[in-house]
Protein backbone atom coordinates (compact mmCIF):
# COMPACT_ATOMS: atom_id res chain seq x y z
CA UNK A 1 0.00 0.00 0.00
CA UNK A 2 1.02 3.53 -1.06
CA UNK A 3 2.68 5.89 2.21
CA UNK A 4 0.15 8.66 2.95
CA UNK A 5 2.09 12.00 1.41
CA UNK A 6 3.42 14.60 3.71
CA UNK A 7 0.08 16.99 3.06
CA UNK A 8 -2.17 13.51 3.83
CA UNK A 9 -0.50 12.97 6.92
CA UNK A 10 -0.92 16.52 8.49
CA UNK A 11 -4.71 16.31 7.71
CA UNK A 12 -4.59 12.28 9.23
CA UNK A 13 -2.95 14.01 12.04
CA UNK A 14 -5.46 16.57 12.61
CA UNK A 15 -8.30 13.93 12.41
CA UNK A 16 -6.83 12.08 14.98
CA UNK A 17 -6.35 14.53 16.99
CA UNK A 18 -9.98 16.04 17.06
CA UNK A 19 -11.07 11.67 17.57
CA UNK A 20 -8.86 11.44 20.39
CA UNK A 21 -10.18 14.82 22.03
CA UNK A 22 -13.59 13.72 21.77
CA UNK A 23 -13.75 9.84 22.45
CA UNK A 24 -10.46 10.56 25.35
CA UNK A 25 -11.05 13.89 27.22
CA UNK A 26 -8.15 14.98 28.95
CA UNK A 27 -9.16 15.37 32.35
CA UNK A 28 -9.50 11.51 32.10
CA UNK A 29 -6.14 10.82 31.24
CA UNK A 30 -4.65 10.44 34.56
CA UNK A 31 -1.96 7.64 33.59
CA UNK A 32 -2.13 7.30 29.88
CA UNK A 33 -1.24 9.55 26.50
CA UNK A 34 -0.79 9.17 22.80
CA UNK A 35 2.15 9.43 20.58
CA UNK A 36 1.74 10.16 16.88
CA UNK A 37 3.62 8.41 14.09
CA UNK A 38 5.25 12.18 13.95
CA UNK A 39 5.74 12.67 17.21
CA UNK A 40 3.00 14.52 18.10
CA UNK A 41 1.54 13.98 22.08
CA UNK A 42 -1.58 13.84 23.05
CA UNK A 43 -2.50 15.75 25.48
CA UNK A 44 0.23 17.77 25.37
CA UNK A 45 2.59 19.63 28.44
CA UNK A 46 4.03 17.75 30.48
CA UNK A 47 2.82 14.59 31.79
CA UNK A 48 2.48 12.18 34.58
CA UNK A 49 1.41 8.88 33.77
CA UNK A 50 2.43 5.18 33.30
CA UNK A 51 1.80 4.27 30.11
CA UNK A 52 1.66 6.04 26.38
CA UNK A 53 -0.18 4.33 23.55
CA UNK A 54 1.86 4.77 20.40
CA UNK A 55 0.03 5.22 17.11
CA UNK A 56 2.57 4.07 14.13
CA UNK A 57 0.77 5.63 10.88
CA UNK A 58 -1.82 7.47 9.62
CA UNK A 59 -4.24 4.79 9.55
CA UNK A 60 -3.43 3.72 12.88
CA UNK A 61 -6.89 4.53 14.69
CA UNK A 62 -9.03 3.50 11.65
CA UNK A 63 -7.35 0.00 12.13
CA UNK A 64 -8.35 -0.01 16.15
CA UNK A 65 -11.45 1.44 15.78
CA UNK A 66 -13.15 0.97 12.79
CA UNK A 67 -13.93 -2.85 12.90
CA UNK A 68 -15.86 -1.81 16.51
CA UNK A 69 -15.01 -5.33 18.01
CA UNK A 70 -12.57 -6.49 20.63
CA UNK A 71 -10.66 -8.79 18.47
CA UNK A 72 -9.86 -6.04 15.79
CA UNK A 73 -9.06 -3.32 18.20
CA UNK A 74 -6.16 -5.88 19.73
CA UNK A 75 -5.12 -6.90 16.34
CA UNK A 76 -4.01 -3.60 15.81
CA UNK A 77 -1.69 -3.81 18.73
CA UNK A 78 -0.67 -7.78 17.79
CA UNK A 79 0.30 -6.22 14.28
CA UNK A 80 1.75 -3.23 15.62
CA UNK A 81 -0.30 -0.64 14.17
CA UNK A 82 0.19 0.64 18.11
CA UNK A 83 2.45 -0.28 21.02
CA UNK A 84 1.96 0.63 24.29
CA UNK A 85 4.96 1.88 26.34
CA UNK A 86 4.84 1.46 30.11
CA UNK A 87 2.80 -0.17 31.91
CA UNK A 88 0.17 -1.69 29.66
CA UNK A 89 -2.38 -2.48 33.07
CA UNK A 90 -2.85 1.26 32.79
CA UNK A 91 -4.64 1.25 29.57
CA UNK A 92 -7.64 -0.85 30.23
CA UNK A 93 -9.41 2.08 32.04
CA UNK A 94 -9.90 3.53 28.73
CA UNK A 95 -12.28 0.81 27.31
CA UNK A 96 -14.82 1.64 29.50
CA UNK A 97 -14.35 5.50 28.71
CA UNK A 98 -14.34 4.77 25.16
CA UNK A 99 -18.05 2.79 25.93
CA UNK A 100 -19.07 5.64 27.53
CA UNK A 101 -18.16 7.80 24.85
CA UNK A 102 -19.87 5.83 22.14
CA UNK A 103 -23.08 4.58 24.19
CA UNK A 104 -25.80 5.59 20.96
CA UNK A 105 -25.76 4.94 17.79
CA UNK A 106 -25.34 8.77 16.15
CA UNK A 107 -22.21 9.08 18.15
CA UNK A 108 -21.02 5.77 16.90
CA UNK A 109 -21.78 6.75 13.28
CA UNK A 110 -20.39 10.05 13.47
CA UNK A 111 -16.95 8.54 15.12
CA UNK A 112 -17.20 6.18 12.41
CA UNK A 113 -17.57 8.86 9.58
CA UNK A 114 -14.14 10.60 10.75
CA UNK A 115 -12.55 7.13 10.95
CA UNK A 116 -13.20 6.78 7.40
CA UNK A 117 -11.87 10.12 6.28
CA UNK A 118 -8.44 8.66 7.54
CA UNK A 119 -6.00 6.30 5.23
CA UNK A 120 -7.24 2.94 5.11
CA UNK A 121 -3.84 1.90 6.42
CA UNK A 122 -2.86 -1.44 8.19
CA UNK A 123 0.09 -3.89 8.95
CA UNK A 124 -0.15 -7.07 7.38
CA UNK A 125 -2.06 -9.77 9.85
CA UNK A 126 0.95 -12.34 9.25
CA UNK A 127 1.62 -14.69 12.05
CA UNK A 128 2.05 -18.81 12.23
CA UNK A 129 0.04 -18.85 15.39
CA UNK A 130 -3.05 -16.96 14.21
CA UNK A 131 -6.34 -17.30 15.91
CA UNK A 132 -7.59 -20.43 17.11
CA UNK A 133 -9.14 -22.90 14.93
CA UNK A 134 -10.89 -25.49 16.30
CA UNK A 135 -13.39 -28.38 14.95
CA UNK A 136 -15.83 -30.96 16.29
CA UNK A 137 -17.99 -30.20 18.97
CA UNK A 138 -18.30 -27.74 21.72
CA UNK A 139 -16.24 -29.69 24.82
CA UNK A 140 -15.60 -32.67 22.84
CA UNK A 141 -12.29 -34.52 24.37
CA UNK A 142 -11.27 -34.07 20.72
CA UNK A 143 -12.04 -30.36 20.84
CA UNK A 144 -10.80 -29.75 24.19
CA UNK A 145 -7.53 -31.41 22.75
CA UNK A 146 -6.81 -29.33 20.47
CA UNK A 147 -7.97 -25.81 22.29
CA UNK A 148 -5.54 -26.73 25.13
CA UNK A 149 -2.59 -27.25 23.09
CA UNK A 150 -3.39 -24.42 21.21
CA UNK A 151 -2.60 -22.50 24.06
CA UNK A 152 -0.09 -24.44 25.96
CA UNK A 153 1.67 -25.67 23.58
CA UNK A 154 3.52 -22.67 22.58
CA UNK A 155 6.82 -23.13 23.62
CA UNK A 156 7.66 -24.60 27.12
CA UNK A 157 11.05 -22.01 26.88
CA UNK A 158 8.77 -19.11 26.23
CA UNK A 159 6.70 -20.38 29.75
CA UNK A 160 9.77 -20.56 31.52
CA UNK A 161 10.74 -17.02 30.94
CA UNK A 162 7.73 -15.58 33.17
CA UNK A 163 6.61 -18.12 35.20
CA UNK A 164 9.49 -18.56 38.24
CA UNK A 165 11.59 -21.60 38.94
CA UNK A 166 8.30 -24.34 39.71
CA UNK A 167 6.29 -23.59 36.34
CA UNK A 168 3.67 -22.62 37.99
CA UNK A 169 0.60 -21.27 35.88
CA UNK A 170 -1.47 -20.13 38.57
CA UNK A 171 -2.50 -17.76 41.40
CA UNK A 172 0.39 -17.55 43.49
CA UNK A 173 -0.04 -17.19 46.70
CA UNK A 174 1.26 -13.83 48.61
CA UNK A 175 1.58 -13.16 52.53
CA UNK A 176 2.85 -9.63 51.99
CA UNK A 177 2.48 -7.87 48.39
CA UNK A 178 6.09 -7.60 48.17
CA UNK A 179 7.09 -10.96 48.39
CA UNK A 180 9.04 -12.52 45.71
CA UNK A 181 6.77 -14.70 42.77
CA UNK A 182 8.87 -18.35 43.11
CA UNK A 183 8.43 -17.85 47.37
CA UNK A 184 4.90 -17.18 46.88
CA UNK A 185 4.21 -19.81 44.46
CA UNK A 186 5.88 -22.38 46.81
CA UNK A 187 3.50 -21.11 49.63
CA UNK A 188 0.38 -21.65 47.07
CA UNK A 189 1.86 -25.57 46.96
CA UNK A 190 1.72 -25.65 50.27
CA UNK A 191 -1.31 -24.11 51.37
CA UNK A 192 -3.25 -26.21 48.42
CA UNK A 193 -1.29 -29.55 50.31
CA UNK A 194 -2.43 -28.50 53.84
CA UNK A 195 -6.16 -27.48 52.81
CA UNK A 196 -6.18 -31.43 51.14
CA UNK A 197 -4.17 -32.31 54.64
CA UNK A 198 -2.39 -34.56 52.85
CA UNK A 199 -0.71 -37.59 54.87
CA UNK A 200 1.93 -40.14 53.28
CA UNK A 201 0.96 -42.81 51.57
CA UNK A 202 -2.43 -40.92 50.60
CA UNK A 203 -3.13 -41.46 46.65
CA UNK A 204 -3.65 -37.78 45.40
CA UNK A 205 -4.85 -37.08 41.79
CA UNK A 206 -4.23 -33.71 39.99
CA UNK A 207 -6.90 -32.80 37.36
CA UNK A 208 -4.76 -30.67 34.48
CA UNK A 209 -1.30 -30.70 36.34
CA UNK A 210 0.40 -28.30 33.95
CA UNK A 211 4.36 -28.93 34.30
CA UNK A 212 3.71 -31.25 37.30
CA UNK A 213 4.34 -28.52 39.99
CA UNK A 214 2.22 -29.53 42.24
CA UNK A 215 2.64 -32.88 41.84
CA UNK A 216 6.50 -32.86 42.73
CA UNK A 217 6.09 -30.54 45.71
CA UNK A 218 3.21 -33.24 46.97
CA UNK A 219 5.34 -36.24 46.60
CA UNK A 220 8.69 -34.72 47.64
CA UNK A 221 7.27 -32.60 50.82
CA UNK A 222 4.45 -35.11 51.64
CA UNK A 223 5.20 -38.34 50.83
CA UNK A 224 2.05 -38.73 48.42
CA UNK A 225 1.67 -40.96 45.67
CA UNK A 226 0.96 -38.16 42.82
CA UNK A 227 -0.47 -38.81 38.77
CA UNK A 228 -1.02 -35.80 37.25
CA UNK A 229 -2.84 -35.83 33.62
CA UNK A 230 -2.75 -32.44 31.10
CA UNK A 231 -3.81 -32.61 27.45
CA UNK A 232 -0.16 -31.13 26.57
CA UNK A 233 2.44 -33.21 25.88
CA UNK A 234 4.40 -30.99 25.66
CA UNK A 235 3.80 -30.03 29.20
CA UNK A 236 3.82 -34.21 30.01
CA UNK A 237 7.45 -34.69 28.57
CA UNK A 238 8.64 -31.82 31.04
CA UNK A 239 7.08 -32.92 33.98
CA UNK A 240 8.55 -36.25 33.54
CA UNK A 241 11.64 -35.15 33.12
CA UNK A 242 11.66 -32.55 35.85
CA UNK A 243 10.21 -35.74 38.26
CA UNK A 244 13.43 -37.62 36.91
CA UNK A 245 15.36 -35.12 38.05
CA UNK A 246 13.96 -34.57 41.69
CA UNK A 247 14.17 -38.53 41.94
CA UNK A 248 10.56 -39.25 42.21
CA UNK A 249 9.93 -41.57 39.55
CA UNK A 250 8.72 -44.28 42.14
CA UNK A 251 6.11 -42.06 43.66
CA UNK A 252 5.16 -39.10 41.25
CA UNK A 253 3.85 -39.63 37.46
CA UNK A 254 2.28 -37.37 34.48
CA UNK A 255 -0.03 -38.49 31.62
CA UNK A 256 -1.45 -37.35 29.00
CA UNK A 257 -5.39 -37.90 29.59
CA UNK A 258 -8.62 -35.93 30.00
CA UNK A 259 -10.25 -36.03 33.05
CA UNK A 260 -13.35 -37.92 31.31
CA UNK A 261 -10.80 -40.63 30.06
CA UNK A 262 -10.06 -41.53 34.24
CA UNK A 263 -11.69 -44.60 35.37
CA UNK A 264 -9.79 -45.43 38.81
CA UNK A 265 -13.09 -45.55 40.66
CA UNK A 266 -12.66 -44.53 44.39
CA UNK A 267 -8.77 -45.25 44.13
CA UNK A 268 -7.68 -41.32 45.47
CA UNK A 269 -7.76 -39.81 48.71
CA UNK A 270 -7.80 -36.54 46.94
CA UNK A 271 -8.63 -34.11 44.06
CA UNK A 272 -7.20 -31.43 42.76
CA UNK A 273 -7.58 -29.13 39.88
CA UNK A 274 -5.77 -26.03 39.35
CA UNK A 275 -6.12 -23.38 36.69
CA UNK A 276 -8.08 -25.96 34.48
CA UNK A 277 -11.87 -25.54 35.27
CA UNK A 278 -11.85 -22.97 32.92
CA UNK A 279 -11.82 -24.98 29.92
CA UNK A 280 -14.50 -27.60 31.58
CA UNK A 281 -17.55 -25.82 30.04
CA UNK A 282 -21.31 -25.10 31.94
CA UNK A 283 -22.78 -27.69 30.49
CA UNK A 284 -19.98 -30.29 30.95
CA UNK A 285 -20.15 -29.17 35.00
CA UNK A 286 -22.00 -32.60 36.42
CA UNK A 287 -19.58 -34.57 34.26
CA UNK A 288 -16.56 -32.57 35.62
CA UNK A 289 -17.92 -32.78 39.25
CA UNK A 290 -19.75 -36.47 38.71
CA UNK A 291 -16.57 -37.70 37.58
CA UNK A 292 -14.45 -36.32 40.53
CA UNK A 293 -17.04 -37.61 42.69
CA UNK A 294 -16.88 -41.22 41.77
CA UNK A 295 -12.92 -40.87 41.39
CA UNK A 296 -12.85 -40.19 45.29
CA UNK A 297 -12.87 -42.29 48.01
CA UNK A 298 -15.65 -41.87 50.79
CA UNK A 299 -14.32 -38.99 52.87
CA UNK A 300 -12.26 -38.01 49.88
CA UNK A 301 -11.47 -34.54 49.16
CA UNK A 302 -10.68 -32.35 45.90
CA UNK A 303 -9.97 -28.58 45.87
CA UNK A 304 -11.16 -27.24 43.21
CA UNK A 305 -9.05 -23.68 42.14
CA UNK A 306 -10.73 -21.71 39.29
CA UNK A 307 -11.47 -18.25 37.62
CA UNK A 308 -14.89 -17.06 38.10
CA UNK A 309 -17.28 -14.50 36.72
CA UNK A 310 -19.37 -11.86 38.44
CA UNK A 311 -22.88 -13.23 38.39
CA UNK A 312 -23.54 -10.38 36.66
CA UNK A 313 -21.46 -9.80 33.95
CA UNK A 314 -22.54 -11.88 30.63
CA UNK A 315 -21.45 -15.39 29.70
CA UNK A 316 -19.00 -16.89 27.76
CA UNK A 317 -18.60 -14.81 24.17
CA UNK A 318 -17.41 -16.08 20.86
CA UNK A 319 -16.13 -13.23 19.54
CA UNK A 320 -14.21 -11.99 22.68
CA UNK A 321 -9.90 -11.68 21.95
CA UNK A 322 -9.43 -14.32 24.76
CA UNK A 323 -11.62 -16.92 22.66
CA UNK A 324 -9.56 -16.04 19.50
CA UNK A 325 -6.39 -16.00 20.76
CA UNK A 326 -5.83 -17.11 24.43
CA UNK A 327 -8.37 -19.20 25.69
CA UNK A 328 -10.93 -20.97 22.89
CA UNK A 329 -14.25 -22.32 24.18
CA UNK A 330 -12.71 -21.43 27.64
CA UNK A 331 -15.77 -20.01 29.79
CA UNK A 332 -15.95 -18.56 33.42
CA UNK A 333 -19.18 -19.12 35.55
CA UNK A 334 -20.33 -17.86 38.76
CA UNK A 335 -19.16 -19.47 41.64
CA UNK A 336 -22.71 -19.71 42.83
CA UNK A 337 -23.01 -22.24 39.54
CA UNK A 338 -19.75 -23.69 40.42
CA UNK A 339 -21.11 -25.05 43.96
CA UNK A 340 -24.48 -25.91 42.83
CA UNK A 341 -23.02 -28.42 40.61
CA UNK A 342 -20.64 -29.47 42.75
CA UNK A 343 -23.60 -30.59 45.32
CA UNK A 344 -25.79 -31.82 42.90
CA UNK A 345 -23.43 -34.81 42.18
CA UNK A 346 -23.05 -35.11 46.27
CA UNK A 347 -19.69 -33.09 47.14
CA UNK A 348 -20.45 -31.12 50.30
CA UNK A 349 -18.94 -27.63 50.52
CA UNK A 350 -16.57 -27.24 52.96
CA UNK A 351 -14.49 -24.06 52.47
CA UNK A 352 -14.66 -21.23 49.65
CA UNK A 353 -12.07 -18.93 49.77
CA UNK A 354 -11.26 -15.93 47.18
CA UNK A 355 -7.43 -15.13 46.11
CA UNK A 356 -8.61 -12.69 43.97
CA UNK A 357 -5.58 -9.96 44.60
CA UNK A 358 -3.12 -12.56 44.53
CA UNK A 359 -3.98 -12.93 40.79
CA UNK A 360 -3.61 -9.63 40.32
CA UNK A 361 0.17 -9.40 41.78
CA UNK A 362 0.67 -12.95 40.30
CA UNK A 363 -0.12 -11.87 36.67
CA UNK A 364 1.93 -8.33 37.27
CA UNK A 365 4.93 -10.29 38.16
CA UNK A 366 4.27 -12.57 35.49
CA UNK A 367 4.39 -9.50 33.05
CA UNK A 368 7.24 -7.84 34.51
CA UNK A 369 9.14 -10.75 33.89
CA UNK A 370 7.67 -11.58 30.04
CA UNK A 371 8.39 -7.64 29.44
CA UNK A 372 12.38 -8.00 30.92
CA UNK A 373 12.68 -11.39 28.69
CA UNK A 374 11.15 -9.83 25.18
CA UNK A 375 14.38 -9.86 23.18
CA UNK A 376 14.96 -13.86 24.29
CA UNK A 377 11.16 -14.60 23.99
CA UNK A 378 11.46 -13.90 20.24
CA UNK A 379 13.99 -16.85 20.43
CA UNK A 380 10.32 -19.27 21.03
CA UNK A 381 7.72 -17.15 19.59
CA UNK A 382 6.92 -14.57 16.87
CA UNK A 383 6.40 -10.97 18.10
CA UNK A 384 2.54 -10.88 17.48
CA UNK A 385 2.05 -14.57 19.87
CA UNK A 386 4.46 -12.13 22.59
CA UNK A 387 2.16 -9.48 22.68
CA UNK A 388 -1.23 -11.81 22.89
CA UNK A 389 0.19 -12.83 26.34
CA UNK A 390 1.45 -9.39 27.54
CA UNK A 391 -2.28 -7.97 27.01
CA UNK A 392 -3.90 -10.77 28.38
CA UNK A 393 -2.38 -11.09 30.99
CA UNK A 394 -2.16 -7.10 31.99
CA UNK A 395 -6.03 -7.17 31.03
CA UNK A 396 -6.23 -9.93 33.69
CA UNK A 397 -4.43 -8.53 36.14
CA UNK A 398 -6.87 -5.14 35.89
CA UNK A 399 -9.86 -7.73 35.67
CA UNK A 400 -8.60 -9.21 39.41
CA UNK A 401 -7.71 -5.48 40.56
CA UNK A 402 -11.19 -4.22 39.80
CA UNK A 403 -13.39 -7.45 40.62
CA UNK A 404 -14.45 -8.15 37.54
CA UNK A 405 -12.98 -11.27 37.37
CA UNK A 406 -12.40 -13.65 40.77
CA UNK A 407 -10.76 -16.73 41.50
CA UNK A 408 -11.81 -19.17 43.63
CA UNK A 409 -10.41 -22.52 46.00
CA UNK A 410 -13.58 -24.35 46.78
CA UNK A 411 -12.72 -27.13 48.89
CA UNK A 412 -15.22 -30.39 48.76
CA UNK A 413 -15.55 -33.43 50.54
CA UNK A 414 -17.28 -36.65 49.43
CA UNK A 415 -18.99 -37.66 52.68
CA UNK A 416 -18.18 -41.13 54.21
CA UNK A 417 -20.57 -43.31 56.10
CA UNK A 418 -23.29 -41.80 57.89
CA UNK A 419 -21.84 -38.42 56.82
CA UNK A 420 -18.13 -38.32 58.61
CA UNK A 421 -16.30 -35.49 56.84
CA UNK A 422 -13.19 -36.81 58.51
CA UNK A 423 -12.23 -32.61 59.13
CA UNK A 424 -10.96 -31.06 62.13
CA UNK A 425 -12.92 -27.84 63.99
CA UNK A 426 -11.03 -25.66 62.84
CA UNK A 427 -8.59 -24.53 60.15
CA UNK A 428 -5.95 -23.71 62.56
CA UNK A 429 -3.53 -26.53 60.64
CA UNK A 430 -3.46 -24.46 57.38
CA UNK A 431 -2.39 -21.50 59.16
CA UNK A 432 0.55 -23.00 61.73
CA UNK A 433 4.07 -23.30 60.93
CA UNK A 434 5.70 -26.81 60.95
Given at each position: ?????????????????????????????????????????????????????????????????????????VEAY?????????????????????????????????????????????????????????????????????????????????????????????CAYF?????????????????????????????????????????????????????????????????????????????????????????????????????????????????????????????????????????????????????????????????????????????????????????????????????????????????????????????????????????????????????????????RDWY???
Amino acid sequence: MVSPTVQQQVYARDITLSLLERLFPTDRLDSVRFRLWDGTHYPQGDFPGSATIVLNHPGALRAMLLPGTEVGLVEAYLYNDFDIEGNIEAVFPLAEILAERTNQWQKKLDIARDLLRLPNQQNPRISKRGAARLSGKPHSIERDRQAVRYHYDVSNDFYSLFLGKRMVYSCAYFESPDRDLDTAQEHKLEYICRKLRLKPGQKILDLGCGWGGLVIYAAEKYGVDATGITLSEPQASLAQQRIAEAGLQARARVRVQDYREVEEWEQYDALVSVGMFEHVGEKLLPVYFERAYRLLKPGGVFLNHGIARRAIEKGWNPQSFSNAYVFPDGELVPISTTLRAAEEAGFEVRDVESLREHYALTLRHWVARLEAHHAEALQFVEEPTYRVWRIYMSGSAHGFATGRLNIYQSLLVKPAAQGASGFPLTRRDWYDAG
